[in-house]
């Protein structure tokens, strides 16, 4: 028997925006919900002097790249914002020693992002109706199965020119512009 009053409420408590994302990470981890975890990196070929030699502008960067981050991801995982988080974000400089074109020689941030997958909503479980598509879905739905987010992580990882990193490097673009865009560098 399923009582779905109760179901609904869980669901809405599961996958509700709160404010504080320390204290949402630890309720999903808290509730076994099942995750995702990954570095995400990007390069750029140099950084700007203002962000390498002043500490506050480069923990505005940090902050605004994680925003942008978990926005990005949310949106091309296709999960809810409070889902997805970012930490551990380190901004590398490039390395003048390196070879050239390797990883070494260029400058970077890298964060570690977790994404926790959404619970279906009580009328998808009721309608049997929570199984993963891959096209676009004609309503917002968000993807239910941990497995399915990882093997998105997993293709744009394998190949970074594929559709997917595509649009996740263009959406985490719009993003950190949007998160940067009152204080720019």
Do not use: C
Not at 26 to 40: F, N, P, T, Y
Not at 161 to 170: A, H, K, R, W
């Amino acid at each position: 028997i399923l009582d779905a009053g109760r179901k609904e409420a869980l669901e809405a408590s599961q996958n509700a925006l709160i404010d504080d994302p320390e204290q949402r990470r630890q309720e999903l981890i808290a509730a076994g919900q099942d995750s995702v975890r990954v570095e995400a990196k990007m390069f750029v070929d140099e950084w700007p002097a203002d962000l390498t030699s002043n500490l506050d502008e480069m923990d505005k960067f940090n902050a605004a790249f994680v925003l942008a981050l978990r926005a990005a991801l949310a949106t091309i995982m296709r999960q809810p914002l409070d889902h997805t988080f970012a930490e551990d974000v380190v901004l590398k400089l490039s390395s003048a020693a390196a070879a050239v074109g390797s990883e070494a020689a260029l400058a970077s941030i890298s964060a570690m992002a977790t994404i926790f997958a959404a619970l279906p909503s009580v009328e998808e479980v009721q309608d049997g109706s929570n199984v993963s598509t891959t096209a676009a879905p004609v309503e917002e739905k968000y993807e239910t199965d941990a497995q399915v987010v990882y093997e998105w992580l997993k293709g744009i990882s394998e190949d970074p020119y594929n559709i997917q990193s595509l649009f996740l490097t263009e959406e985490l673009k719009v993003e950190l512009r949007r998160s940067t865009r009152l204080e720019p560098l």
